[in-house]
């Protein structure tokens, strides 16, 4: 369902960050067909599987028997560490964030550290005081811990986290830890997202604002 002229409390907003804070589509297409054809995989596949999993959780699900998987998952890493060309904001992200208080959100990425700093700096994003990377999570998404623990950092149960997502993995982990989901349209069909199961669907990030009186916030969708 797309979300219009709604508005949900909350206690924190929870963000994924490729695909949803900024679109990193560009590197990320150059990166993976490279290493599908190195490998003889049939690039589409691994493009639709890699969305919002950790490297290594790519190359361990995907690679062909024989495959150096730490190697390979070393080289990803540094090619997507060095390729930041094209990466942008999705519209409405930088507005949104400003209107948030900076204890209030926080980032939960597949990406490890280094490459969700540097991605947000080239997307001309703030980095937030609490920062959630796969080298900081034992087990990725779609397992729900990067939420729960992000939520805890910032005082809060994840039953009181807003939740964006793009990914089919990403949106199961927000669910899994019992969160209301808002799902971003810039990986997924509609279709496949209303099968997930979010609460609802945007394009962007545009036309969404948080206002907060005594500790109380509330997102409002235009």
Same mark, same amino acid.
């Given at each position: 369902? +797309?979300?219009?002229?709604?508005?949900? =409390?909350?206690?924190? $907003?929870?963000?994924? *960050?490729? /695909?949803?804070?900024?679109?990193? &589509? @560009?590197?990320?297409?150059?990166?993976?067909?490279?290493?599908?054809? =190195?490998?003889?995989?049939?690039?589409? *596949? %691994?493009?639709?599987?890699?969305? /919002?999993?950790? %490297?290594?959780?790519?190359?361990?699900?995907?690679?062909?028997? #024989?495959?150096?998987?730490?190697?390979?998952?070393?080289?990803?890493?540094?090619?997507?560490?060095?390729?930041?060309?094209?990466?942008?904001?999705? !519209?409405?992200?930088?507005?949104?964030?400003?209107?948030?208080?900076?204890?209030?959100? @926080?980032? %939960?990425?597949?990406?490890?550290?280094?490459?969700?700093?540097? =991605?947000?700096? @080239?997307?001309?994003? !703030?980095?937030?005081?609490? +920062?959630?990377?796969?080298?900081?999570?034992?087990?990725?998404?779609?397992?729900?811990?990067? $939420?729960?623990?992000?939520? #805890?950092?910032? /005082?809060?149960?994840?039953?009181?986290?807003?939740? $964006?997502?793009?990914?089919?993995?990403?949106?199961?982990?927000?669910?899994?830890?019992?969160?209301?989901?808002?799902?971003?349209?810039?990986?997924?069909?509609?279709?496949?997202?209303?099968?997930?199961?979010?609460?609802?669907?945007? &394009?962007?990030?545009?036309?969404? &604002?948080?206002?907060?009186?005594? /500790?109380? *916030?509330?997102?409002?969708?235009?």
């Amino acid at each position: 369902m +797309l979300l219009t002229q709604v508005e949900f =409390r909350a206690s924190c $907003f929870l963000f994924d *960050m490729d /695909g949803t804070l900024l679109n990193s &589509h @560009a590197p990320v297409i150059r990166a993976y067909t490279d290493w599908a054809r =190195r490998r003889g995989l049939d690039p589409e *596949m %691994v493009l639709r599987e890699c969305q /919002g999993r950790r %490297v290594i959780d790519t190359v361990r699900a995907l690679a062909p028997p #024989g495959t150096d998987i730490e190697a390979d998952t070393a080289a990803l890493k540094q090619i997507e560490l060095d390729d930041v060309e094209g990466i942008v904001e999705i !519209p409405g992200a930088r507005d949104l964030l400003a209107s948030i208080p900076e204890d209030r959100w @926080a980032v %939960v990425t597949s990406a490890e550290r280094p490459l969700a700093l540097r =991605r947000l700096k @080239a997307a001309g994003l !703030p980095v937030p005081k609490v +920062l959630f990377s796969s080298d900081e999570i034992v087990r990725g998404k779609p397992a729900p811990d990067g $939420f729960i623990t992000a939520a #805890g950092a910032l /005082g809060a149960a994840p039953g009181q986290a807003i939740v $964006f997502e793009d990914s089919a993995a990403g949106i199961a982990s927000g669910l899994a830890a019992g969160s209301l989901v808002i799902a971003i349209t810039s990986t997924l069909s509609v279709a496949q997202i209303d099968a997930l199961g979010p609460r609802g669907y945007l &394009h962007d990030l545009r036309g969404l &604002h948080v206002s907060h009186d005594n /500790g109380e *916030m509330r997102l409002r969708v235009a």
